[in-house]
T-cell receptor, first 114, second 113 residues
Framework: DAKTTQPPSMDCAEGRAANLPCNHS???????VYWYRQIHSQGPQYIIH???NNETNEMASLIITEDRKSSTLILPHATLRDTAVYYC???????????????FGKGTKLSVIP | DGGITQSPKYLFRKEGQNVTLSCEQN?????MYWYRQDPGQGLRLIYY???????QKGDIAEGYSVSREKKESFPLTVTSAQKNPTAFYLC????????????FGQGTRLTVV
């Protein structure tokens, strides 16, 4: 499985864009990049995922580099409620049992500051 | 509302006792998962089930057992063989991989004294 590297923590001013980086230099061509976040003492929440193209939904945008070795999750206008741990995950391609295993690292703790 | 429900939210047990954590979903998902989270750490996969009457060990299955008799339910039993059972336990469900998101419950915090 491709591994991911994220900074342990980041700060962002309220109302500004939060840009959370993720390195996945060993990603294979058919593996998806997923982002989840976990607010303290709650279950993780799905944010967005992508394969090659940039993606946007009501929560965030996902920018994947052309070589797919890294990606950035963008929260366009961070609020205090966006304070959470953000996990970048590479999901194995569908090839049997391994495709069911989402591997969560320690993620990035984002603190949105008033 | 559709969702995934874990109960109870907090659970206390004496050392040496088995304890079963409940997980129910009404999302019609085939796949279900159990994760363990320790303070300041990521999530580690305990067991997962692709379909009813089938389940597979994850990375840390020792000391745990599961069953999948119904599509909606995937209970986890923490046995006395689990050396460090105190943790935050999370259940999740999803459609079949690969291009699907997992929905998580709110977790059960188990404390063994």
């Amino acid at each position: 499985d491709a591994k991911t590297t994220q900074p342990p923590s980041m700060d962002c001013a309220e109302g500004r864009a939060a840009n959370l980086p993720c390195n996945h230099s060993t990603i294979s061509g058919n593996e998806y990049v997923y982002w989840y976040r976990q607010i303290h003492s709650q279950g993780p929440q799905y944010i967005i995922h992508g394969l090659k193209n940039n993606e946007t939904n009501e929560m965030a945008s996902l920018i994947i580099t052309e070589d797919r070795k890294s990606s950035t999750l963008i929260l366009p206008h961070a609020t205090l409620r966006d304070t959470a741990v953000y996990y970048c995950i590479v999901r194995p391609p569908y090839s049997g049992a391994g495709s069911y295993q989402l591997t969560f690292g320690k993620g990035t703790k984002l603190s949105v500051i008033p | 509302d559709g969702g995934i429900t874990q109960s109870p939210k907090y659970l206390f047990r004496k050392e040496g006792q088995n304890v079963t954590l409940s997980c129910e979903q009404n999302l019609n998902h085939d796949a279900m998962y159990w994760y363990r989270q320790d303070p300041g750490q990521g999530l580690r996969l305990i067991y997962y089930s692709q379909i009813v009457n089938d389940f597979q060990k994850g990375d840390i299955a020792e000391g745990y057992s599961v069953s999948r008799e119904k599509k909606e339910s995937f209970p986890l039993t923490v046995t006395s063989a689990q050396k460090n059972p105190t943790a935050f336990y999370l259940c999740a469900s999803s459609l079949a991989p690969p291009n699907t998101e997992a929905f998580f419950g709110q977790g059960t915090r188990l404390t063994v004294v």
